[in-house]
């Protein structure tokens, strides 16, 4: 069984910065992709940015330049790191973690960009 546990969200003012971390548990295949997801009110969940294993990353237009992923395979975390917040930013925030064909969610995390 996988768990994944996120953490960092919070309130901040335009132009803030915040830094989400997700940690992954449980029987975890060395060979993966970690991602992070959001999803605002009324909207559908969008994928953020994502990296592999190898460290190849990808990430939406909407976030290129002002957020950066990462991770530590050897602890099985990855965490993004968000720059210059825009009130369109604000959702929450899930880890994702994909292996084998399988797909794991965390919680969420709520990220509030407001003045």
């Known amino acids: 069984q996988v768990q994944l546990v996120e953490s960092g969200g919070g309130l901040v003012q335009p132009g803030g910065s915040l830094r989400l971390s997700c940690a992954a548990s449980?029987?975890?295949?060395?060979?993966?992709?970690m991602g992070w997801y959001r999803q605002a009110p009324g909207k559908e969940r969008e994928l953020v940015a994502a990296?592999?294993?190898?460290?190849?990353?990808d990430y939406a237009d909407s976030v290129k330049g002002r957020f950066a992923i990462s991770r530590d395979n050897a602890k099985n975390t990855v965490s993004l790191q968000m720059n210059s917040l825009k009130p369109e930013d604000t959702a929450v925030y899930y880890c994702?973690?994909?292996?084998?064909?399988?797909?794991?969610w965390g919680k969420g995390t709520l990220v509030t960009v407001s003045s």
């Open positions: 990296i592999t294993s190898g460290g190849n990353t």
């Open positions: 449980g029987s975890i295949f060395s060979i993966n992709d």
């Open positions: 994702n973690l994909k292996m084998v064909g399988l797909a794991y």
